[in-house]
C-alpha cells in the first residue's frame, strides 16, 4: 500500500475564508480522490482529480466551492473556497495505484472547523 | 447506480462475544467490496476486500467477510472481539469502472469489558 499524508492535519478557519490541503504520496499512483466526511456522516465523494487535465466532479460539487490540482502523480491540493459553517468536516483524499486497482488506500485526512 | 446499505448504526457487544455486521450493496453490475476501519480521531484502513476468487476473505486481525452474490450481502464477522476493536465499520462498493467507492452510513462498534 502507498504511504499518504494529508496537510494540515486540521484547521480552525473563519468564516469567508479558503483553505488548501495537500496530498502527498511517497509513490507514483494514477488514480487520487477526495472525498468529504461530515460530523456522524459516512464519506461522499468529492472529485477524481486528474492528471493534467481538470477534475471530475460528483453532483453537488463544484469547481468554484472545491477547486482540484494535480500537477503529478504524486501530489494534489483540495481548495474549499469562501467556507461556511457547512463546509466543517474531515477531507480525505485516496489513492489507487493504477487504473487496474480496485483498491483504494487513505490518508489520515483533514479536521476542518469553519466558525 | 449501487448503493450500500448498513443495516446497523451502533452495535454493543462485550468483550470476547462474537460480532456481525451488516452489509447489503445494490449494483446492476459486477462489484468490489471492501470494508474500512476507522478508529477514534484516525483516517479510514482497509481492513479487507473481495475483489474475485474464494468468496470468504480474512483480515490479519480475526475478521472475516463473506459475499454472498444471491443475497447481495458482505458482512463482517468476528469471533471474539477485543476492546481494541471499538471503532466506525464502513463497507464500500466499487464498480470497478469509476473506481470510486460508495459508503455505507457506517455502523459503530462498542466493545464493553
Sequence with gaps: SAVISQKPSRDICQRGTSLTIQCQVDSQVTMMFWYRQQPGQSLTLIATANQGSEATYESGF????????????????????NMSPEDSSIYLCSVGRDRGSKTQYFGPGTRLLVL | AQSVTQLDSQVP????????????????????????????????QLLLKYLSGSTLVESINGFEAEFNKSQTSFHLRK?????????????????????ALTFGSGTRLQVQP
Design chain 1, 62 to 81: 463544484v469547481i468554484d466551492k472545491f477547486p482540484i490540482s494535480r500537477p503529478n502523480l504524486t501530489f494534489s491540493t483540495l481548495t474549499v473556497s
Design chain 2, 79 to 99: 469471533p471474539s472481539v477485543h476492546i481494541s476493536d471499538t471503532a466506525e465499520y464502513f463497507c464500500a462498493v466499487s464498480d470497478g469502472g469509476r473506481r
Design chain 2, 13 to 44: 457487544v462485550f468483550e470476547e462475544a462474537p460480532v456481525e455486521l451488516r452489509c447489503n450493496y445494490s449494483s446492476s453490475v459486477s462489484v468490489y467490496l471492501f470494508w474500512y476501519v476507522q478508529y477514534p480521531n484516525q483516517g479510514l
